[in-house]
């Protein structure tokens, strides 16, 4: 139910952006968020945004940098990357869930539905 887009090779400073499209019963979920997982590390969180509301959340390293927004005509979330770093080099999921609170919204198995991953490279 949800598909990923948009990530690709670029160099250090530039930006990208990610989309995430969500079919089906997308007037239930709560929260969509952005999840990344880096070559031999753990999957964590980096922005979610509620999908009522539009309130935003952010990983502190991606403040200021990522940006996360919602259409709900399109059902799409987008995660516009901005000044990014090499660090940054990962593979990018998005996720949804009709049942996330607030306070667990960074927790990957609070999610129910998880798109195939899109893989953002950044090259110095």
């Known amino acids: 139910q949800l598909q990923a887009s948009g990530g690709g090779l670029v160099q250090a400073g530039g930006s990208l952006r990610l989309s995430c499209v969500a079919s089906?019963?997308?007037?239930?979920?709560?929260?969509m968020t952005w999840f990344r997982q880096a070559p031999g590390q753990e999957r964590v969180f980096v922005a979610s945004?509620?999908?009522?509301?539009?309130?935003?959340y952010y990983a502190d390293s991606m403040k200021g940098r990522f940006t996360i927004s919602r259409d709900k005509a399109k059902n799409t979330v987008d995660l516009q990357m901005t000044n990014l770093r090499p660090e940054d080099t990962a593979v990018y999921y998005c996720?949804?869930?009709?049942?996330?609170?607030?306070?667990?919204?960074?927790?990957?198995?609070?999610?129910?539905?998880w798109g195939q991953g899109t893989l953002v490279t950044v090259s110095s």
């Open positions: 945004i509620n999908w009522g509301a539009g309130y935003t």
């Open positions: 089906g019963r997308t007037f239930s979920f709560r929260y």
């Open positions: 996720a949804a869930s009709p049942s996330v609170i607030q306070s667990n919204i960074k927790s990957q198995t609070a999610y129910a539905y």
